[in-house]
């Protein structure tokens, strides 16, 4: 009796598990298998242009708005964990740090009305760049400031009395002392928020709306592709070609997506055999 | 021999004291200089936090007036035509045969979402289990690997998987079955229509939100004391009896926790629910299997049509959509955080010093 | 303008020549929240001399070593009362600078906590933040106080390298040379060779000799044949007061205080 209650109950887990396991797997193997006709490097060289079949124009899109957040959110969120971790203390730290982690809380569809109403509008940027990349950099915000937070709390205590000891400056102990070792979990922060910010399509709907070219010069007035974007346009177009493509340009997404995560876990791996090493 | 100069006594600077004092002051300015930047930085995220309440309060104010209570009793919600000359209503105008009723976005947001964390908690924690209990060290940390992964595909991939793969199949191999049950859950009753609907979009919504509750109880699995499991073993108990006596009970209230999180992700999911659960904007489906829709997917759906609108009042009554969204997803995500920063402060050592 | 800041900076920190030299605590008490963990602390601690702080754990010796170096400034909860004072000058007084105090007081800990950055760059990094060298010197520094500590042989070809590689006792000497760049007047030993082996800590205890001789040493002990073994004077704590502050000699063979005798004798502590 107990032992029959006991396999049922790990029988129940196993399924569980499975349940976990093959959604990953199923999704890659469709991707794949739809996509494969337009699986050759034209795909890469294409706009959707007239009809093209192709991803060039929402890749280039991706990169660059990914690029604008990195510049955008990067120094901005690695300075607010810097501040949350090393200068705030007591009340005004626990709400900072609150506050910053419900931020990841809005759903990204509210973060893209948001980029509507006030950037596309209210400030007359039109569907731009600059709206997509301010948007999309509210929404990762909170990653980097935790990732940086975290990444600068797990430098031993030991470190930061050592230069304490030697009357270094703050400046000094947060460059020569307490970065160093913070760094490579700061860095994999900033590739996890990257790999977040290439997989979102909602806030950039409305935001960077659409173009089936290339993106062009210009902040502002400038709508243009991107990956996530050819999946959505393209899916819901009649053509059995831009059905395959809008599985081709998931694939691709899913693809750099992964290998930023898996970039993103190396780093901290390697990380943590760094701070390991710093307490002897 | 070691101690070169020990003839010295103290040994004074090298450098006169006025220069370190004058250093002292450049370093002084320095820290003053990098403290302000941070702090700037520091507060944007409650900035952004903030700047997003007050545009949502603000945009809907105009349909919160126009619409009073009949937001969240009327059951039709339709942007009216641009084509014939507009209504005014409360002293703003809208779009002829405008109205704004939410209430069946309002039950499908929370139908798909419970039902999505419904199940994402037993399967999060059911799979944890069999992987601590039963799997060996390295196959735990390939499946943080794996949820890390998982939590990565992008929203609109879960969407096109779910109409193309997920829901045909299922439609045509599970939810047969399951209108079996139809006698004691009468919402199970077919038909089962073609795959997209509320079922498929909360099944995809629990796939998508496992990764998080998931990996939060990965963690408080780890955290029970060795000890604890030991000492329910050795009084000879079954490795079921002691995750059910000993691991479960640890690690419950830290689920509750991660349950509330995911529940927020589950609540404002949009990409993946626009395309599955069909966009029906009025009414409600006569069962689970058939087309609804939520508030988020209404937004992301309608906002093109919305544009359209010169009185502006159809934008508003998205705001309103998302102000509402907006409101329930920081609740759970507000409750969610307060329930685990009480469970860490157990957990973790206190006392962490400077 | 930083010739007059320059005064204002030597005028509290160094007050030449007045009173006696070495290290003076008055009355220091120190309490975290509710909790005392040192009151009426005074005694003196002899220039160029090796003072051991013995006592058993807990009763408040790191306490009252990190007071002399302001270590607990940064840990909120932490009061700190009455006084001490380096050659005449109290160090709590309004106006010092902890940077310019701890320049001028080095510390080593109980374990070893070189920094990320190179095994060069570790001794040269808080005397060119401090304006002591300048990029030239600092290379000269290096092997000067590399040399002191004995690790100038071991390591002349990897100045680049990082610290990690050496071995824990490696590490603990590096440290020192890092703390002794700076030129300090006293020394901190918090048990510095409580994790090392028995050769680098008979090593370490012959530098410490050597030290003194230009140096106020105050040493931090669990091991009371290490204390006698090197220290010129003992300071001996329970409970966060003073039993009894004696010379090496008297306290290990004729104590005045018979919890001394009990603490000596091994049946205490």
Redesign the interface.
């Known amino acids: 009796m107990?032992?029959t209650?006991?396999a049922i109950?790990?029988l129940?887990?196993?399924?569980?598990?499975a349940?976990?396991?093959f959604?990953?797997i199923?999704?890659v193997v469709?991707?794949v298998r739809?996509a494969a006709p337009l699986l050759r490097p034209s795909l890469f060289a294409t706009t959707t242009q007239a009809g093209g079949l192709g991803v060039e124009n929402g890749i280039l899109g991706s990169l660059l708005v990914g690029a604008g957040v990195l510049i955008v959110a990067g120094?901005?969120?690695v300075?607010?964990g810097?501040?949350?971790a090393?200068?705030?203390?007591?009340r005004p730290r626990a709400?900072?740090r609150?506050?910053?982690?419900?931020?990841?809380?809005?759903?990204?569809?509210?973060?893209?009305?948001?980029g509507?109403?006030?950037l596309v509008k209210a400030l007359g940027w039109g569907y731009s760049l600059l709206a997509a990349v301010v948007a999309l950099s509210?929404l990762i915000?909170?990653y980097v400031?935790k990732n940086t937070e975290v990444a600068f709390?797990s430098v031993?205590?030991?470190?930061?009395?050592?230069?304490?000891?030697?009357?270094?400056?703050?400046?000094?102990t947060?460059r020569?002392?307490l970065l160093?070792?913070a760094l490579p979990l700061i860095v994999s922060g900033l590739v996890l928020a990257e790999?977040?910010a290439?997989?979102?399509?909602?806030p950039l709907?409305?935001t960077a709306n659409w173009s089936d070219l290339n993106p062009q010069l210009g902040l502002t007035h400038n709508p243009f592709g991107y990956l996530?974007g050819t999946?959505?346009y393209s899916?819901n177009l009649p053509s059995k070609g831009e059905h395959q493509l809008?599985?081709a340009a998931?694939l691709v997404?899913?693809v750099m997506?992964?290998l930023?995560?898996?970039a993103g876990?190396l780093i901290t791996m390697r990380a943590r055999r760094?701070t390991a090493?710093?307490?002897? | 021999m070691l101690v070169r100069g020990r003839a010295r006594g103290i040994s004074p600077s090298p450098a006169p004291a006025g220069a370190t004092a004058g250093r002292e002051s450049v370093t002084r300015w320095g820290d003053r200089v990098t403290h302000a930047v941070a702090a700037v930085a520091g507060m944007v995220p409650l900035g952004a936090l903030a700047f997003i309440v007050i545009v949502m309060v603000v945009s809907a104010i105009p349909a919160i007036l126009f619409s009073g209570t009949g937001f969240f009793t009327g059951s039709v919600f339709s942007l009216g035509s641009v084509y014939a000359p507009p209504i005014h209503h409360h002293g703003l105008t809208a779009p002829f045969g405008a109205s704004y009723g939410a209430l069946p976005l309002i039950l499908g947001t929370f139908v798909t979402s419970l039902i999505a964390i419904g199940l994402a908690v037993p399967i999060s924690v059911g799979g944890v289990l069999m992987l601590s209990e039963w799997l060996p060290r390295r196959a735990q940390s390939f499946l943080s690997l794996f949820l890390e992964l998982l939590a990565g595909i992008p929203s609109v991939v879960f969407g096109i998987w779910g109409v193309y793969t997920f829901g045909p199949f299922m439609a045509a191999h599970v939810y047969p079955l399951l209108t079996g049950l139809g006698t004691v859950i009468p919402w199970l009753k077919g038909p089962v229509g073609a795959g997209q609907g509320l079922l498929t979009a909360s099944l995809v919504l629990a796939i998508m939100v496992v990764p998080i509750v998931a990996a939060t109880t990965r963690e408080l699995v780890r955290r029970v004391p060795t000890l604890a499991r030991e000492g329910a073993l050795a009084l000879g108990m079954t490795r079921h009896e002691t995750a059910k006596v000993v691991t479960i009970p640890y690690v419950r209230t830290g689920i509750l926790a991660a349950a509330l999180l995911g529940w927020g992700r589950a609540l404002g999911e949009t990409m993946a629910v626009l395309f599955i659960i069909g966009n029906v904007l009025n009414g409600y489906p006569q069962n689970l299997y058939l087309s609804a829709n939520t508030l988020s997917a209404t937004i992301a759906g309608t906002l093109d049509g919305a544009l359209t609108d010169s009185t502006g009042t159809d934008i508003s009554a998205l705001a309103e959509i998302g102000l509402v969204l907006l409101v329930i997803s920081l609740v759970t995500n507000f409750a969610g955080r307060l329930v685990i920063r009480r469970v860490s402060d157990q957990a973790l050592p206190v006392g962490r010093g400077v | 303008m930083s010739e007059a800041m320059g005064l204002a900076g030597t005028r509290a920190e160094s007050a030449e020549g007045t009173a006696t030299e070495g290290v003076s605590v008055r009355n220091l008490g120190v309490r975290y929240r509710d909790r005392v963990l040192l009151e009426g602390i005074s005694t003196e601690f002899r220039p160029r001399r090796v003072t051991a702080i013995v006592g058993p754990t807990g009763c408040g010796k790191t306490t009252l070593l990190r007071s002399i170096n302001r270590m607990h400034d940064q840990a909120p909860g932490m009061r700190v009362t009455g006084s001490v004072s380096i050659d005449g000058a109290d160090i709590y007084a309004p106006g010092v600078g902890v940077r310019g105090l701890r320049r001028r007081v080095g510390m080593l800990f109980q374990r070893p906590n070189p920094f990320p950055q190179s095994i060069a760059d570790n001794i040269s990094l808080a005397p060119r933040a401090h304006g002591l060298v300048s990029r030239r010197e600092a290379a000269h520094l290096v092997e000067e106080r590399l040399t002191e500590v004995g690790l100038w042989e071991a390591v002349r070809g990897r100045l680049n390298a990082s610290p990690f590689h050496l071995s824990g006792g490696q590490q603990q000497l590096l440290c020192l040379a890092r703390a002794l760049a700076l030129s300090p007047d006293v020394l901190l030993l918090d048990e510095p060779t409580s994790s090392l082996d028995p050769a680098t800590t008979e090593h370490i205890e012959r530098l410490i000799t050597q030290l003194s001789e230009r140096v106020t040493i105050l040493i931090v002990t669990h091991n009371l044949a290490q204390a006698a073994r090197i220290s010129d004077d003992v300071l001996f704590l329970m409970a966060g007061r003073v039993v009894e502050a004696a010379s090496s000699r008297t306290f290990f063979n004729d104590p005045g205080d018979e919890r001394s005798r009990a603490y000596v004798s091994g049946r205490i502590g």
Not at chain 1, 98 to 114: Q, T, W
């Open positions: 107990r032992h209650r006991g109950f790990w129940l887990c196993a399924i569980a598990l349940v976990i396991v959604p990953l199923d999704i469709t991707l739809v120094p901005i969120g300075l607010a810097l501040y949350i090393e200068f705030a203390s007591g709400l900072l609150f506050f910053s982690e419900v931020l990841s809380g809005v759903p990204s569809i509210v973060v893209g009305y948001v509507y109403v006030v509210m915000l909170p400031v709390e031993p205590r030991s470190l930061r009395e050592g230069a304490a000891a030697l009357g270094l400056s703050r400046l000094t947060i020569r002392v160093p070792p790999a977040i290439t997989g979102e399509t909602a709907l409305f996530t999946v959505y899916f809008a599985f998931a997404t899913v997506i992964l930023m995560v898996i876990r760094m090493n710093l307490e002897v």
